[in-house]
């Protein structure tokens, strides 16, 4: 009997623990409606704005945050914490009017009525960098000359009507934030085409179209079956292993087939080639080691210098400088960071230098560098292959 008796208080006190505790709501259901911002003040930026204010004296609130449209029914939205005084907006395309309503939030998610006011942005980097492009005839093809002072991030594309009759085909994408930069299309005959050209930024926003009339100028590869190491006393000759300089023109570009210099070489350094017949130079193509492309030992500054009747003791008298060029990084990354554009562009495509027009022909040249990617520190020096591109006589 005593058991069933514990059994049973057992149950009774099991029974009235169970029972559903009180929920303890963390939401605040209050009425309360958080405070206006007040005194906005409106500083128009490239592209969009900086909207500064006074935040209220609530204790209520939690954030403050701008609703705007960039484009027709693309909405962005702006948020700053009740730490700070200010929202940044960005994303437009053009310097056009914008309304733009501001709200305040309360701790409890409840938004302030609207604040209307009206922005207007300064000129976006999609229009100005536009703005900055020279579209021209370059050896073979066209080429696209920027600026990008902003850094911002965009696409510039280039097409082509071969056909004239409007069909646009785009010939290259460059993804970029560099400040600075060019690229070329080639492999066209010497007879007009329709090029055009126009940027797109990461909201979607297009620049204008610029069309041109343009004819390449003529050219043809060098061919390299008849190229031989010109050896001169005062050359780089310390090679890693079997890494010597006629790796720079045998036809592969792979990290297997490239020339490299002791790391403990000295800075500049350089080499000669006969390229067999004497040519006259429109522009060159430079691989740089593919999978390690913009890194310590791959060129930065270089000379390209030329001569027909080299002296044999290797002194300078007896060349004249060609170009001097500087290696472009497509993402403009700092050192250690190398995006899938810049390995497709210094390690697959190459990357392109152009000669001046009205430079003398020559047979033997010297590739001097000057700078390699990892500056004062780093001696060694690494090239997959080099082209050249222009007339043989």
Request: proline share 5%; glycine share 8%; net charge negative.
């Amino acid at each position: 009997m005593n058991n069933i008796k514990l059994i049973i208080g057992i149950l009774i006190i099991l029974s009235t623990g169970c029972q559903e505790a009180g929920r303890i709501d963390f939401i605040d259901d209050s009425p309360a409606i958080p405070m206006q911002v007040t005194d906005i003040e409106i500083e128009s930026t490239p592209g969009g704005a900086i909207i500064s204010y006074n935040l209220p004296d609530d204790p209520n609130l939690l954030s403050v945050k701008a609703l705007y449209e960039i484009q027709p029914s693309v909405f962005r939205e702006a948020k700053s914490s009740y730490y700070n005084n200010s929202l940044e907006l960005i994303g437009y395309g053009d310097t056009l009017t914008h309304p733009v309503k501001i709200y305040s939030v309360g701790k409890n998610n409840k938004e302030s009525e609207p604040i209307h006011i009206d922005i207007k942005p300064l000129a976006p980097p999609v229009q100005t960098v536009f703005n900055s492009i020279n579209l021209s005839s370059t050896f073979g093809g066209a080429n696209v000359a920027f600026e990008n002072e902003s850094k911002a991030k965009l696409r510039i594309f280039l097409m082509v009507d071969s056909t004239g009759t409007g069909q646009w085909t785009t010939l290259r994408t460059l993804y970029t934030e560099a400040e600075l930069g060019n690229f070329s299309v080639r492999g066209f005959e010497t007879e007009e085409y329709k090029f055009a050209v126009y940027v797109k930024d990461r909201w979607n926003n297009n620049s204008d179209t610029m069309i041109v009339d343009l004819t390449p100028l003529y050219e043809e590869m060098i061919p390299k079956d008849i190229w031989k190491l010109h050896q001169l006393p005062n050359d780089n000759v310390s090679y890693v292993e079997t890494l010597t300089v006629d790796k720079v023109f045998d036809g592969l570009v792979s990290k297997g087939s490239c020339f490299a210099t002791m790391s403990n070489s000295a800075i500049p350094q350089w080499f000669s080639i006969d390229l067999g017949t004497e040519v006259i130079l429109s522009r060159m193509v430079e691989h740089q080691r593919p999978g390690y492309t913009y890194n310590r030992s791959a060129v930065k500054s270089f000379e390209i210098w030329g001569s027909n009747d080299p002296a044999s003791d290797g002194s300078w008298d007896s060349w004249f400088l060609l170009g001097s060029f500087d290696s472009f990084k497509p993402s403009g990354q700092p050192l250690g960071t190398t995006t899938p554009e810049d390995e497709t562009y210094a390690g697959v495509n190459g990357e392109e230098f152009e000669f001046e027009a009205g430079i003398e022909p020559v047979r033997y040249i010297r590739f001097k560098t000057t700078e390699t990617w990892g500056g004062g520190s780093v001696g060694q020096v690494v090239i997959s292959e080099i082209t050249f591109w222009g007339k043989a006589l």
